[in-house]
Each structure stands twice: as C-alpha cells, then as structure tokens.
C-alpha cells in the first residue's frame, strides 16, 4: 500500500506561471517531507523540506506547504522556468525511523 | 568535490550471473542506502547502513547484499540476477541525523537478460 501518493503523473505549465505539485500520504507518524527533483540519467538532487511542526517553507522560488489534517503537501514554483523541467519527488520520513518512503515522482514541464 | 560515485553507468547481464555495483562517497557521510527506481514507481530502499560495520534491509531487500567495511564504501551484490532486478539503482549517503537531506548517485542502469 503506497504511503506516499503523486497522483499526477505529469503536469505542463507556461513559463512565468505558478507550477503547484501535490502529494498526499497516509502514515501519521511521518514528520518530515522533502522534494527532490531529477533530470534524465541523473541522481535525484535534494530541493525543499519541511518539519511537520511549520506549515509553510520557503527557498526562493520554492515553497512547500503542508497540510497536516489532510495529510497534504504541495510544491509551489514560482515563476516557473522552462529549467525546472524534471520530474519532483516527493518523499516522507517517520520519527521512530529515518529512511525515505517516495512518491511516483510527477514529471513537470515548462513551456517557453 | 566528487560526491557520490557509482560504477558501473550500465551493465547487462544473463540470468543467474552476480555482480557488484559500487558506490563510493567523499563527504564523510555516515549514512549510505540503495534505491531501485522501476518505470512509474517511486525509489525504493533496498538496504541502508547508518555506519561501517552497521548495515539493515530496506523494503526491497531479497536477492541483495550488502556490507559496509568502510565509511566510504557502500557496495551492492546482486548473487543470482533475475530479469525482475532489472531497473536503475541509486545510492546515497547523508551525514547522521533526520534533518540531513540525501546526496544521490547518477545511477546504474541494469539490465537482466
């Protein structure tokens, strides 16, 4: 049973606009959220995290909300640029283990 | 700065062959795991080591080993490939502790004939 949910395989948005990612989960015990983001035949590069006591974090043209009561999280780039073209992962931990559970990714496209 | 390290890039294998797929990282990390990344899937753990001489199974463990005799080595033995382990595998490392985001390989793409 997937504990980290992307159900948008793919989401394309203009260049300039706002790219807002989703991902849900199911395990209370998660505590801890991080973004990734990868290009083609590269590792996956470390992006945004947020601790589940803040709801909001922000780096620049990244900002993660978190929704604790929904168990909802979100990525918001803004302004997207055709660069940011990946696909984002997102992934949780929990506070009795700290190994990564990930989403299926969620590849983004930025048109110019 | 070479980071994480993972040879080889690409490999084929028949049926039933072993190998090792190694990893290496130069930041000191404590940390070190192994990801299989499958088409339409997330990463998934394989196995992780939180020390040389510590090492524990991920959610993927059977038909791998793995050992940690250095802090920098973290290498990943397949002993009887099988065209289900066909996939792209991952290594990474972090320093100890849950705030410490994960420094990843570029990844090995295996394939199992």
């Known amino acids: 049973d997937q504990q980290v949910k992307q159900n948008s395989p793919s989401l394309s948005v203009q260049e300039g606009r706002i790219s807002i990612l989703n991902c849900d989960y199911t395990n209370s015990m998660f505590d801890y959220f991080l973004w990734y983001k990868k290009y083609p035949a590269e590792g996956p590069t470390f992006l945004i995290s947020?601790?589940?006591?803040?709801d909001k974090n922000e780096d620049g043209r990244f900002t993660v909300f978190l929704n604790k009561s929904a168990k909802h999280l979100s990525l918001h780039i803004v302004p997207s640029q055709p660069g940011d073209s990946a696909v984002y992962f997102c992934a949780a931990s929990h506070r009795s283990q700290g190994n990564l559970i990930f989403g299926k990714g969620t590849k983004l496209s930025v048109k110019p | 700065n070479a980071g994480v390290t993972q040879t080889p890039k690409f490999q084929v294998l028949k049926t039933g062959q072993s190998m090792t797929l190694q990893c290496a990282q130069d930041?000191?990390?404590?940390?070190m795991s192994w990801y299989r990344q499958d088409p339409g899937m997330g990463l998934r753990l394989i196995h992780y080591s939180v020390g040389a001489g510590i090492t524990d199974q991920g959610e993927v463990p059977n038909g791998y080993n793995v050992s940690r005799s250095t802090t920098e080595d973290f290498p990943l033995r397949l002993l009887s490939a099988a065209p289900s382990q066909t996939s792209v595998y991952f290594c990474a490392s972090s320093y100890l502790g849950r705030n410490q985001p994960q420094h990843f390989g570029d990844g090995t793409r295996l394939s199992i004939l």
């Open positions: 930041m000191n990390h404590e940390y």
């Open positions: 947020i601790s589940s006591i803040k």
